[in-house]
């Protein structure tokens, strides 16, 4: 519980995505913040011992894309969030889409999408779509930002 | 010590199979973490994964950083200040999906402490550069101040 008081509700897939967000932690957890991760056995070694598991999936497997947009909503759901920020992939659109749509009018909730610095030349497909879905799409590469479609507001690299 | 690392998701032959062969000109220690990979490394300590815990230390003693272009070895490395020599994946070579690896080291090139090997060719050189630079000096780039900040203003609804 932070000095903000935010409920915040973070998405990220294993790789780069993750040590992304987890450079963000100072940050996030001056809030009341839930980590979601698809890789949980990582968060612990990290020392994140309440990191919920959502699984990986991608839009060549429909049925686990299924199960993963299942979960997400209750994500959502038992969160309650302020604000849903996602480094990636599939889940963490889904999380945006849902925190949307659930907490959108209700509590204001905000979406930020946050695209990978491993994307320097291109976004990826998700953000690309997070462009749509979240409330911000922000990249890492300042050459990426597109006007009112995506913005550059600093890197970790 | 000089460390490999390939990450967490993919085998990478290419880089373990080259560094297999450098490693008896090395004239130090090689330990490689190789992923799923089917090549099996003879001439350097080999771990398909390795822990956060024993990874960790490894990077703190490791003089070099030979890694695939991921930005988490990336950040790891910059984290204990090391030089590291990066060999992109290739899609054609079927090392990854597509090339974002090679559009990270298009735009990384020139960085402090960060060398680029565009292939297996010319990971000896770089990794002589690389000892030859001692502690890569560690930067905290003011892009990641920005972020942060940037970060905390979305969560209080200060929308930039």
């Known amino acids: 519980m932070g000095e903000y008081n935010k409920r915040v509700l973070t998405v990220a897939s294993g790789g780069g995505r993750r040590d992304e967000?987890?450079?963000l932690r100072p940050t996030l957890e001056q809030?009341?913040?839930?980590?979601?991760?698809?890789?949980?056995?990582l968060?612990?070694?990290?020392?994140?011992?309440?990191?919920?598991?959502?699984?990986?999936?991608?839009?060549?497997?429909?049925?686990?894309?299924?199960y993963c947009g299942v979960r997400a909503v209750w994500m959502v759901l038992k969160q309650r969030p302020h604000a849903v920020i996602s480094t990636g992939a599939a889940p963490g659109l889904m999380c945006l889409l849902f925190g949307r749509l659930l907490f959108?009018?209700?509590?204001?909730?905000?979406t930020l999408w946050i695209d990978s610095v491993a994307n320097g030349e291109e976004l990826s497909m998700c953000g690309k779509l997070s462009m749509t879905i979240a409330h911000q799409c922000r990249v890492q590469w300042e050459d990426l930002a597109m006007g009112v479609s995506s913005h550059y507001r600093g890197a970790v690299l | 010590m000089i460390l490999v690392t390939v990450g967490m998701?993919?085998?990478?032959?290419?880089?373990?199979e080259a560094m297999d062969r450098l490693a008896p000109d090395l004239n130090t220690a090689v330990i490689a973490q190789t992923g799923k990979g089917r090549y099996v490394p003879r001439n350097m300590e080999a771990y398909?994964?390795?822990?956060?815990?024993?990874?960790?230390?490894?990077?703190?003693?490791?003089?070099?950083?030979?890694s695939h272009a991921g930005i988490g070895s990336v950040l790891t490395a910059a984290r204990y200040a090391k030089p590291i020599v990066l060999l992109p994946r290739r899609a054609s070579l079927n090392e990854h999906r597509n090339d974002h690896q090679m559009a990270t080291v298009r735009k990384l090139e020139g960085r402090p402490g960060i060398l680029i090997a565009q292939d297996e060719s010319e990971l000896?050189?770089?990794?002589?550069e690389a000892q030859a630079l001692g502690e890569a000096p560690?930067?905290?780039?003011?892009?990641?101040?920005?972020?942060?900040?940037?970060?905390?203003?979305f969560i209080e609804g200060r929308m930039l």
């Open chain 1, 21 to 23: 967000l987890m450079l």
């Open chain 1, 31 to 41: 809030n009341d913040v839930q980590h979601v991760m698809t890789d949980t056995a």
């Open chain 1, 43 to 66: 968060a612990q070694q990290q020392g994140i011992t309440a990191a919920e598991r959502l699984p990986d999936c991608n839009r060549n497997n429909p049925l686990r894309a299924l």
């Open chain 1, 104 to 110: 959108g009018r209700m509590l204001g909730a905000r």
């Open chain 2, 9 to 16: 998701q993919l085998g990478f032959d290419r880089l373990i």
């Open chain 2, 48 to 66: 398909e994964k390795i822990e956060p815990e024993r990874f960790e230390p490894m990077v703190k003693s490791a003089e070099v950083i030979v």
């Open chain 2, 124 to 128: 000896a050189e770089r990794i002589r």
């Open chain 2, 138 to 153: 560690q930067q905290q780039a003011p892009s990641i101040q920005q972020l942060h900040n940037a970060l905390a203003d």
